[in-house]
């Protein structure tokens, strides 16, 4: 069984023999490395050439200018020949059985259209690492099962998936930034069934990665989730899939409300602009009918498409509520402590 692990590389010098090294060295050796370099400015090429001169399972490709991850992925995807394809950050690396291990699960049904590698977080500022919190001991899952699993990561989204449904899904180059996200629910959708492996992927934790820093590009989640929507009719889902996506993209959209209200003054103002019109704009595309009747009515998470603003007074009464009920404890609320 031959695999196609697709390698963006974006000014990675620090980390990428560490993680070319982690693929030359796999038990499984049918591999096919395609490593995509998205117009480094530093020694990333160069240590590229090197590596594709020893190793002549290799493929190199170089983007004239930097393109984003999502685009650069794809590049790689076009040329890929194997019967699974998988990714592996420039800063990340695999067990040294990882993709043995991975094989052989696919290999063990018909239907293992999508294989969980088991992953293992390194923490770059402690150095510790510590294993990913499923939400469930199960290991086999129907691809809807793990759809909805995905929705607050109870499953996580790295993994060997099959090429032909790789190919028809590739990438979402709409968004910037959040688009892994959109793809690998699609994976999910299509897999007739996901199932985990123990094989090793090793995910590096950064201290200033998009999800521990105060930055507006974290509100980019807002049209990646709609664009993940709009494939999601196009694609004519059923109709509980869909209103559990909708509840997911609410309860995202809740929190950044929060999120944005709780850290205003780190925004300049053209970013506070930017922010309230992308907040608003994404709440008018909610449908509250494909909300839970409970979490519509819950006061902090009534939706008002109609009239964004109005929910704006609603969640910072919301806000202000919940601190002072706090205060009154001798707490600090969860937004004082983020």
């Known amino acids: 069984m031959k695999v196609s692990v697709l390698v963006a590389v974006y ?27 998205d117009a480094s400015t530093d020694a990333s090429w160069q240590i590229l ?33 194997g019967d699974y394809v998988t990714m592996l950050d420039s800063d990340d690396w695999l ?20 294989v969980l590698l088991d992953v293992c977080q390194y923490d770059e500022v402690t150095g510790k690492t510590s294993g990913y919190n499923y939400c469930t001991e199960e290991e086999d899952f129907t691809g809807n ?35 892994d996200e959109n793809t690998t629910r699609l994976h999910f959708l299509h897999s007739r069934r996901v199932v985990r492996c123990h094989g090793i992927y090793y995910y590096r934790q950064h201290a200033n990665s998009v999800t521990h820093v105060v930055s507006s590009t974290r509100f980019m989640s807002l049209p990646a989730h709609y664009s993940m929507k709009q494939t999601m009719l196009a694609e004519g889902v059923s109709e509980i899939l869909l209103n559990q996506y909708e509840e997911h993209r609410w309860r995202n959209l809740v929190g950044l409300y929060v999120f944005y209200r709780t850290n205003r003054s780190a925004f300049s103002g053209e970013e506070r602009r930017s922010i309230k019109e992308k907040l608003r704009y994404f709440h008018t595309t909610i449908e509250p009918h494909r909300l839970p009747v409970g979490l519509r009515r819950k006061f902090g998470y009534t939706p008002s498409p109609s009239s964004p603003r109005l929910y704006e007074v609603q969640n910072w009464l919301y ?3 919940r601190r002072l009920s706090y205060h009154l404890r001798g707490k600090r609320s969860p937004e004082e402590n983020a």
């Open 11 to 37: 000014n990675a010098e620090k980390y990428l023999r560490e993680c070319l090294d982690s693929l030359i060295n796999q038990t499984h050796r049918d591999l096919q490395i395609i490593c995509i370099d």
């Open 95 to 114: 067990g040294t059985d990882a993709l043995e291990q991975a094989c052989k699960v696919a290999s063990a049904k018909e239907d293992n259209d999508c």
């Open 49 to 81: 050439e090197e590596y594709a001169h020893k190793d002549g399972r290799i493929v190199l490709i170089k983007q004239n200018e930097n393109k984003g991850i999502a685009d650069t992925r794809n590049r790689g995807l076009q040329i890929a020949e």
């Open 319 to 321: 806000l202000t509520i």
């Open 145 to 179: 099962e793990a759809f909805r699993l995905s929705l607050d990561w109870g499953i996580h989204g790295l993994y060997i998936v099959r090429s032909s449904i790789h190919k028809q899904y590739p990438y979402d180059t709409t968004c910037r930034f959040y688009s």
